[in-house]
């Protein structure tokens, strides 16, 4: 099998002719000590912090950043001038500080992200493809800029769908642009495939939200390949892990992050054992961050990938630690179903179906309780529920 493109990705970056594990763990120790070199000089948030470490076995020492931290700091926790940022990214949480959550990202930030989106999506396309993209357009430095620009310079043609569409505007995309591969949310794209028929595509990338197993096994049988993951966070600069040939699992990009899993106290788990992903930003220049929480429960995988990498391998069957996930694939397990999503006044559940089908019955069901549940065929004027990560049902 033909080694992942990531880790030719890597190497190129880092100078080297081969990529084995101690040189992964070495590249990760400088870049460790000389971001908290770095952070002393800084006098910033992560002032108080050590200079340097003598292994990374030593990282577990440190305290954990918090979302509410960075959403309270983050003018403290900038490396660089307020000149040299080139995107920001606001997220307005339900968090106890009601401030926004704001991280920058500088050009070499979204270089980095680039390279990393042309090595996922290089192994599902290539040069000729025609690749939608239902991601966010927002502007210069935008998810969805990042994903065209990376398409672009491997030779592909990137089908700028954008999220929010309608069916009947995504089916109208699709005849006349003929995409080979998609890239979108997942549960999006399920209700897209199962509204307007798969058409041309053969392949799909998800990301921006958990994928669930039940839910990627949905996608894949309508589309008739495997599906490729990827994983990201703002907090990483959106690129974090990408699926292989192998299929098993998503390589990390160590390079950049240092990912750690922790148990419900806040200790290490043991390697293959979930519990919550801890991330180190290694690679970051405008905003790193050291030990952020990101509040998903995730895997590392024991063992080897079939493709040779020794880069460390997420599951892809990651989740939000509030959870919400089971629901949905519960709900979507039913192919008689487009989409459903929460009333917007949060009371009850509003159900778009396949023809007229009854489903009060089968939802009921799922949550385990009494629930107002409004239910009516979907047309072709309606759009997904799900363009954005949907909050749990309770």
Do not use: W
């Not at 990705?9 to 908290?36: A, F, H, M, V």
């Not at 199962?194 to 921006?208: D, F, I, P, Q």
């Not at 192998?246 to 788990?269: C, Q, S």
Request: glycine share 14%; charged share 25%.
């Amino acid at each position: 099998m033909q080694a992942a493109r990531i880790d030719r990705y890597i190497k190129k970056q880092e100078g080297l002719d081969s990529l084995t594990r101690e040189d992964i763990e070495r590249i990760q120790l400088e870049k460790l000590n000389r971001l908290l070199g770095a952070q002393r000089l800084r006098n910033g948030f992560y002032k108080d912090l050590p200079g340097g470490l003598g292994s990374l076995g030593e990282l577990k020492e440190l305290p954990f950043t918090t979302g509410r931290d960075v959403a309270e700091n983050a003018a403290g926790m900038l490396m660089t001038s307020q000149a040299d940022i080139r995107k920001i990214i606001t997220e307005h949480t339900s968090g106890t500080t009601g401030r926004a959550k704001r991280v920058f990202y500088s050009e070499g930030d979204c270089e980095d992200t680039i390279g990393l989106f042309m090595a996922g999506l290089g192994e599902m396309t290539g040069a000729g493809g025609r690749v939608m993209i239902c991601m966010p357009f927002s502007g210069p430095g935008s998810l969805g800029e990042l994903i065209a620009e990376a398409i672009r310079r491997i030779g592909g043609s990137p089908i700028r769908a954008g999220a929010g569409l309608s069916y009947g505007a995504m089916k109208e995309i699709m005849e006349r642009h003929r995409p080979d591969s998609c890239v979108a949310m997942p549960v999006q794209l399920l209700s897209t495939l199962r509204v307007c028929g798969r058409g041309t595509l053969r392949s799909a990338l998800v990301s921006g939200d958990s994928c669930p197993a039940p839910i990627a096994e949905m996608i894949e049988g309508i589309l008739g390949s495997r599906l490729f993951h990827h994983y990201g966070t703002r907090e990483m600069g959106l690129g974090g892990a990408v699926t292989c040939p192998a299929h098993e699992g998503m390589h990390i990009r160590e390079n950049h992050v240092i990912a750690e899993i922790i148990d419900d106290g806040g200790r290490p788990a043991a390697l293959g054992s979930p519990g919550e992903l801890v991330i180190t930003t290694i690679g970051m220049e405008a905003m790193p961050l050291i030990r952020y929480r990101t509040g998903d429960r995730a895997r590392l995988m024991e063992g080897r990938c079939p493709c040779s990498s020794s880069l460390m391998r997420l599951d892809t069957d990651i989740s939000r630690l509030a959870g919400g996930d089971a629901a949905s694939s519960a709900v979507l397990k039913d192919d008689r179903i487009a989409d459903y999503g929460p009333e917007k006044d949060g009371d009850g559940i509003r159900v778009l179906t396949i023809g007229r089908y009854d489903c009060a019955k089968f939802i009921k069901g799922i949550f385990g309780r009494q629930i107002e549940v409004t239910a009516r065929p979907v047309t072709m004027e309606d759009a997904p529920m799900y363009a954005g990560k949907r909050a749990p049902l309770a």
